[in-house]
């Protein structure tokens, strides 16, 4: 495992000069089936969309879910392996097969708390590649700050993705979609996932109930699964959001040890 700083991903740069050095970093990693350290830092990583986390790497942090966020000592702002981004554009991460995602910290600093009418609807912080089969993908231990939809596994028949094992991921997307996933075959697994509206508790305080009813207006499900094969979902929690889950007519499997704290239907 080889630390992110090694390829001059620093807090101090700006987000296009460390998407190129962490873009840089992946394509080191892919064809040696390596890790990469998010090195943790009181400052966050600012970073732009559009990295590519290429067939065989990891990206990895020093964390579990932190469900209430991490405190700096001085500022409004999470500690540790935080990966900060402003873009309205581009997915963060695009993740190809046989990759991890593990212990880090996602913030979306300019996300409104208080304004319904300034959300900012981001694009998805991970997003399975359209172009390549995301098969064997692992997202584990993520905290999501601020962010419009978490994780993106909306596929084709044309490009399906296979065996995505979602663990431990905690967060409150203003979409009020956390986890939505298409054409998943071999078994999609979603296991021990948090969604609360207070997830930034500890270091910028609570979404407005005037945002969290705009997120409940929104009419979506924070779990979302068709096309898929026995997907498997259990120990999953949400509250603040429209809908718990959705199972679309194409999809079966077991959903278990839920608790959906949801205005319209669990």
């Given at each position: 495992?080889?630390?992110?700083?090694?390829?001059g991903?620093?807090?101090?740069?700006?987000?296009?000069?460390?998407?190129a050095?962490?873009?840089?970093?992946?394509?080191w990693?892919?064809?040696?089936?390596?890790?990469?350290y998010?090195?943790?830092d009181?400052?966050?990583y600012?970073?732009?969309?559009?990295?590519?986390?290429?067939?065989?790497?990891?990206?990895?942090?020093?964390?579990?879910?932190v469900?209430r966020?991490?405190?700096h000592?001085?500022?409004?702002?999470?500690?540790?392996?935080?990966?900060?981004?402003?873009?309205?554009?581009?997915?963060?991460?695009?993740?190809?097969?046989?990759?991890?995602?593990?212990?880090?910290q996602?913030?979306y600093?300019?996300q409104?708390?208080?304004?319904p009418?300034?959300?900012?609807?981001?694009?998805p912080?991970?997003?399975?590649?359209?172009?390549?089969?995301?098969?064997?993908?692992?997202?584990?231990?993520?905290?999501?700050?601020?962010?419009?939809?978490?994780m993106?596994?909306?596929?084709?028949?044309?490009v399906?993705?296979e065996?995505?094992?979602?663990?431990?991921?905690?967060?409150?997307?203003?979409?009020?979609?956390?986890?939505?996933?298409?054409?998943?075959?071999?078994?999609?697994?979603?296991?021990?996932?948090?969604?609360?509206?207070?997830?930034?508790?500890?270091?910028?305080?609570a979404?407005?109930?005037?945002?969290?009813?705009?997120?409940?207006?929104?009419?979506?499900?924070?779990?979302?699964?068709?096309?898929?094969?026995?997907?498997?979902?259990?120990?999953?929690?949400?509250?603040?959001?429209?809908g718990?889950?959705?199972l679309?007519?194409?999809?079966?499997?077991?959903?278990?040890n839920?608790?959906f704290?949801?205005?319209?239907?669990?």
């Amino acid at each position: 495992m080889r630390s992110i700083r090694d390829f001059g991903v620093l807090p101090e740069n700006s987000p296009d000069l460390n998407k190129a050095k962490l873009q840089e970093a992946i394509d080191w990693a892919s064809p040696r089936g390596a890790a990469l350290y998010v090195e943790p830092d009181d400052e966050p990583y600012r970073l732009a969309g559009g990295v590519v986390l290429r067939a065989n790497a990891s990206l990895v942090g020093a964390h579990g879910p932190v469900g209430r966020g991490t405190t700096h000592a001085t500022k409004a702002q999470p500690v540790g392996s935080v990966i900060a981004t402003e873009d309205e554009t581009r997915p963060l991460l695009i993740v190809e097969q046989a990759t991890q995602v593990r212990g880090i910290q996602f913030w979306y600093p300019r996300q409104t708390l208080s304004d319904p009418q300034r959300i900012v609807a981001y694009p998805p912080t991970i997003q399975a590649s359209r172009s390549t089969s995301a098969q064997g993908v692992t997202l584990s231990c993520l905290t999501f700050y601020g962010e419009y939809i978490a994780m993106d596994f909306n596929c084709s028949r044309e490009v399906i993705c296979e065996q995505v094992l979602i663990e431990h991921c905690y967060g409150y997307p203003l979409s009020g979609q956390f986890l939505r996933i298409d054409h998943c075959y071999d078994i999609p697994r979603i296991l021990h996932c948090h969604v609360n509206p207070a997830n930034m508790r500890f270091f910028a305080g609570a979404f407005s109930k005037k945002v969290i009813d705009a997120v409940v207006a929104c009419g979506t499900f924070a779990y979302a699964i068709d096309h898929t094969d026995n997907a498997q979902v259990i120990d999953v929690f949400t509250f603040g959001t429209s809908g718990g889950i959705r199972l679309g007519p194409a999809s079966y499997g077991e959903l278990t040890n839920f608790n959906f704290d949801c205005v319209t239907v669990g």
